[in-house]
Every structure is written in structure tokens, then in C-alpha cells.
């Protein structure tokens, strides 16, 4: 099976562009989630979505961050306009949803990372 | 004080040995506790899980729980270079969705 998928892998852009960040998550699976790991801060949560719907933004350092997930196969995260410290590897990870239903005490899986250098 | 705390340095054992890795959290209502391995420039790969006191336990590695003292332990028997590593350490309350995570602990096994 397939598992999350992201690109790019690297991105290398001038500060004041625009970052588009994208994640396809494991089929099947209804969260998923996009962290930021830098060496200060360790891996942060930034957002997650349960059935494509944001469920909690908290993480999202400010509002030049955004992210969507406009359907269950495909979300973005965006960065505009893009700043030095935004430079980290971000990460998406999916999870399924619990038979339980609503809490999922199920194990989230990481895709490989967009490793990001805003010069 | 951080909800997840990895407070030791890097851990070097030589191979063989047995690596003991520490965590800390700070809500009670946790319910859901993860250990997670990532090697230099890779993702987190999940490797234990473990949800009610005591020990659990898979191939060489051990889980263990102490829901009381909130605090949760991974035991590395026999250890390999393979094992050379980040481990993180992640913990989920009950209620939401979010994986908080420590700042890892570093093992370098020795040959």
C-alpha cells in the first residue's frame, strides 16, 4: 500500500514568495495532519483535519499560513509571503479514525517530508 | 512545563547492551502513548504503542506505563547499530486528536 505521499521533497525559494506545500494521505484514512520540525522546537503540530474539515488550527504559527484539504485524498499547506524562519522540514500524517468513533486512539503515519530553506 | 519531556542527552550503549529511554507528560488525561524512531533526514516511523499500565512488549523492544507517575519508558534489548537513532516520544489525550510530541532522545549504539 501506498503511504502519505508528499512533494516536493526539497523547495529552496527567496523570502516573499509564495510556498505550496502538498500531501496526499493513505487511502481510507480520515485525519490528517501537517507538523513542522526544526531543531529548536522539535516536531509541532500545526493543524489536523478529521474528514476533510479543520478541526484544530492552534499550531498555525500566523495568518501567512494557510491550509486546505478540499477533498480526502489531497491537501496544501501555503506559506505567503514566506519568511527565513519558516525554514524546517514539514511534515503531513495521516491516521484512521477509531471504530469507536470520534477519538482515534489509532497511530499516525508520516510521509517523507518537504525539507524547506527560504533564503 | 511542556506536555511531553525527553530530558535525557544523547545515549551511547555499545552494541549488546540494553538502551533505557524516558518520557515524561504533564496531562492526566492522556490515554494514548507512542514511541516513534527517525533516522537522521527520514520521517518518524512508529514502533511501539501502548495504552494501559504495564509493560508491552515486541521483538526487542518494550513499552512500559505508568499512568500514576506519567511516565513512560522504551527498553532497547540487545541493541544494534540499526538501532542508532532519534526516538521520539508522543502522547494523545482522550477528547482530541493531537499527538504531542517530546523533543526526542538521540541513541548511538556502538559497534
Known amino acids: 500500500d501506498a503511504g502519505v505521499i508528499q512533494s516536493p521533497r526539497h523547495e529552496v525559494t527567496e523570502m516573499g514568495q509564495e510556498v505550496t506545500l502538498r500531501c496526499k494521505p493513505i487511502s481510507g484514512h480520515d485525519y490528517l495532519f501537517w507538523y513542522r520540525q526544526t531543531m529548536m522546537r522539535g516536531l509541532e503540530l500545526l493543524i489536523y483535519?478529521?474528514?476533510?474539515?479543520?478541526?484544530?488550527d492552534s499550531g498555525m504559527p500566523e495568518d501567512r499560513f494557510s491550509a486546505k484539504m478540499p477533498n480526502a485524498s489531497f491537501s496544501t499547506l501555503k506559506i505567503q509571503p514566506s519568511e527565513p524562519r519558516d525554514s524546517a522540514v514539514y511534515f503531513c500524517?495521516?491516521?484512521?479514525?477509531?471504530?469507536?468513533?470520534?477519538?482515534?486512539?489509532?497511530?499516525?503515519?508520516f510521509g517523507d517530508g518537504t525539507r524547506l530553506s527560504i533564503l | 512545563q511542556k506536555e511531553v519531556e525527553q530530558n535525557s542527552g544523547p545515549l551511547s550503549v555499545p552494541e549488546g547492551a540494553i538502551a533505557s529511554l524516558n518520557c515524561t507528560y504533564s496531562?492526566?488525561?492522556?490515554?494514548?502513548f507512542f514511541w516513534y524512531r527517525q533516522y537522521s533526514g527520514k520521517s518518524p516511523e512508529l514502533i511501539m504503542s501502548i495504552y494501559s499500565n504495564g509493560d508491552k512488549e515486541d521483538g526487542r523492544f518494550t513499552a512500559q506505563l505508568n499512568k500514576a507517575s506519567q511516565y513512560v519508558s522504551l527498553l532497547i534489548r540487545d541493541s544494534q547499530p540499526s538501532d542508532s537513532a532519534t526516538y521520539l516520544c508522543a502522547v494523545k489525550n482522550y477528547g482530541n486528536n493531537r499527538l504531542a510530541f517530546g523533543k526526542g532522545n538521540q541513541v548511538v549504539v556502538i559497534p
Open positions: 496531562d492526566r488525561g492522556s490515554q494514548s
Open positions: 483535519f478529521n474528514n476533510n474539515v479543520p478541526i484544530d
Open positions: 500524517a495521516s491516521s484512521q479514525q477509531s471504530p469507536i468513533g470520534g477519538y482515534s486512539n489509532q497511530p499516525q503515519h
